[in-house]
């Protein structure tokens, strides 16, 4: 008997004619639920707009001028403007009007970019305040520690070409800074030539051997 009344049980989808799987369904299978779903919901919300327009066709439906964006505008594909065709415009005109837009975005990028700036410069400045190490010198270490042997090779090389060109800059700003605060700069040599005694004796031996 349970069968023959799951025969005539049918899919709630107006527009589908096959039965359920079982008297617990109301759909044969999810397609039909989500058709049924959305005429439902079309339904309801054309006829909040029934008492406007007569045919409740949607918000659309309300505009009475014949220039609407459905008749008198194409779509450019190419970068995703709109044209109004209906409306002449005078190429000299058109062409300050693009500049303008052009200008606007430039300097709309300029700001956004110098406010993302400033928003680092803000950040480096507060975590510097409350760490021991720089912000400047903890992304020093991690670029440090990502290098390969290739990148220090190249690195060693470009430095070392730097240093030759502009020797008598790099000497002098070590002066001023040694000129600053020398007991600083005596401990850290003393401490430098104690860790590298024997590598710079060695030197020094060769140096003394080939001359």
């Given at each position: 008997m349970e069968n023959e009344v799951v025969s005539y049980l049918r899919c709630a989808n107006p527009e589908c004619r096959n039965p359920v799987p079982s008297k617990a369904r109301k759909f044969c299978n999810d397609k039909c639920r989500i058709r049924s779903n959305t005429l439902r919901n079309m339904s309801e919300y054309k006829q909040v707009y029934k008492d406007f327009d007569g045919w409740a066709g949607g918000p659309r439906g309300l505009g009475t001028v014949e220039?609407?964006?459905?008749?008198?505008?194409?779509?450019?594909?190419?970068?995703?403007?709109?044209?109004?065709?209906?409306?002449?415009?005078?190429p000299e005109i058109f062409a300050i009007a693009e500049a303008n837009h052009e200008k606007y975005v430039l300097d709309r990028n300029e700001y956004e970019a110098r406010v993302v700036l400033d928003g680092l410069q803000i950040f480096q400045q507060e975590y510097n305040k409350h760490h021991e190490k720089s912000y400047a010198s903890e992304q020093s270490a991690k670029r440090e520690a990502r290098l390969t042997e290739e990148d220090k090779a190249i690195r060693a090389i470009k430095n070392k070409k730097y240093n030759q060109l502009n020797?008598?800059?790099?000497?002098?700003?070590?002066?001023?800074?040694?000129?600053?605060?020398?007991?600083?700069?005596?401990?850290?040599?003393?401490?430098?030539?104690?860790?590298?005694?024997?590598?710079?004796?060695?030197?020094?031996?060769?140096?003394?051997?080939?001359?």
């Amino acid at each position: 008997m349970e069968n023959e009344v799951v025969s005539y049980l049918r899919c709630a989808n107006p527009e589908c004619r096959n039965p359920v799987p079982s008297k617990a369904r109301k759909f044969c299978n999810d397609k039909c639920r989500i058709r049924s779903n959305t005429l439902r919901n079309m339904s309801e919300y054309k006829q909040v707009y029934k008492d406007f327009d007569g045919w409740a066709g949607g918000p659309r439906g309300l505009g009475t001028v014949e220039s609407s964006i459905k008749k008198d505008e194409s779509y450019v594909i190419g970068d995703g403007r709109f044209s109004v065709d209906d409306y002449p415009i005078d190429p000299e005109i058109f062409a300050i009007a693009e500049a303008n837009h052009e200008k606007y975005v430039l300097d709309r990028n300029e700001y956004e970019a110098r406010v993302v700036l400033d928003g680092l410069q803000i950040f480096q400045q507060e975590y510097n305040k409350h760490h021991e190490k720089s912000y400047a010198s903890e992304q020093s270490a991690k670029r440090e520690a990502r290098l390969t042997e290739e990148d220090k090779a190249i690195r060693a090389i470009k430095n070392k070409k730097y240093n030759q060109l502009n020797k008598e800059k790099i000497n002098k700003r070590a002066r001023k800074r040694y000129a600053k605060n020398p007991d600083k700069y005596r401990e850290y040599y003393r401490k430098y030539y104690e860790s590298k005694k024997e590598v710079i004796t060695q030197a020094r031996k060769i140096r003394s051997e080939r001359s």
